[in-house]
């Protein structure tokens, strides 16, 4: 079986469509939610952050599977009334995969950038829920959100937040890490997760951190720079295939929704993937 977006787009529907319930019928309502979870996913995958693009390339391309297509409102209203369920199906995709068992995780934070210009900062909507924060690796400031993941060394999200980017990252990895901590796993993670308190948290909640050592600690760490490349290379393909930089939204719903499709979009590529015995993040197969 030849790994395709039309199976990827299959498989999401079929798992979509048998959890999700029945919504009461509506006139108006030709297009199911397990449909339009679908769409999102295959406009995520084909790299058009635009609803207007994307409805006119998937007459083309997705016309075989999709006979009717929604207008661009209605995609845009549709998506966001399902925020929480893409949020849900991520967590289903993800227990399907082998790195929802793996006792290794890897723990970092990356850019999301909402906005230049002063005024966006001033008068947005995304003004409140984000911050001013620093990228080393693009020695920038930035106004936006940082993107907070905990996932396999698969690639397999197991769990995620989004929090302004001036919050300092342990504040907002404690939480999140109970949300995935079961007991007994190891953390890797880079130096600004730093600290005893911190450490101490997270043995509190069955696990352990494994970090390089800062230049004030006498003891030198572990090489960890092999593993760390992983969750490094996993949001490079969030940013590169997946457009997670190109995301489109003005709003901190469409925001919000926007980066769990990636989300949904990586997790239903790997665990397609599994099935079919290939390489967990070979996406490019999928993507038009």
């Known amino acids: 079986m030849d790994a395709d977006l039309d199976l990827l787009c299959i498989s999401v529907y079929c798992t979509a469509d048998d959890l999700l319930p029945e919504r009461r019928r509506n006139a108006r309502r030709r297009l199911s939610d397990a449909e339009v979870v679908t769409l999102c996913v295959a406009q995520v995958l084909m790299g058009k952050p635009s609803d207007r693009r994307f409805l006119k390339a998937a007459r083309r391309q997705l016309g075989h599977l999709f006979p009717y297509l929604p207008s661009q409102d209605a995609l845009h209203k549709r998506r966001a009334r399902l925020t929480e369920t893409i949020e849900w199906l991520v967590g289903v995709f993800a227990a399907n995969s082998p790195g929802a068992a793996d006792d290794l995780l890897l723990l970092d934070s990356t850019p999301v950038e909402c906005g230049r ?29 940082r993107l907070h993941l905990a996932c396999a060394p698969d690639g397999t999200p197991r769990a995620a937040a989004l929090a302004p980017a001036d919050r300092p990252e342990r504040e907002v990895a404690l939480p999140l890490l109970a949300r995935c901590l079961r007991g007994g796993e190891t953390i890797v993670c880079d130096k600004g997760y730093a600290g005893r308190e911190f450490a101490e948290a997270v043995a509190a909640l069955g696990g352990t951190i494994l970090r390089p050592a800062r230049r004030d600690e006498p003891q030198r760490g572990p090489h960890l720079a092999p593993i760390r490349q992983r969750i490094e290379s996993v949001f490079f393909t969030c940013k590169d295939l997946l457009s997670l930089e190109r995301h489109g939204a003005r709003t901190l719903r469409n925001l919000c929704v926007r980066i769990y499709l990636r989300l949904l979009a990586l997790t239903a590529c790997i665990s397609l993937n599994h099935q079919l015995g290939r390489p967990s993040r070979a996406l490019v197969d999928y993507t038009a």
């Open 117 to 145: 210009s002063v005024e966006t900062a001033r008068r947005s909507q995304l003004a409140e829920a984000c911050g001013y924060g620093y990228s080393r690796s693009h020695s920038r400031w930035f106004f936006g959100v």
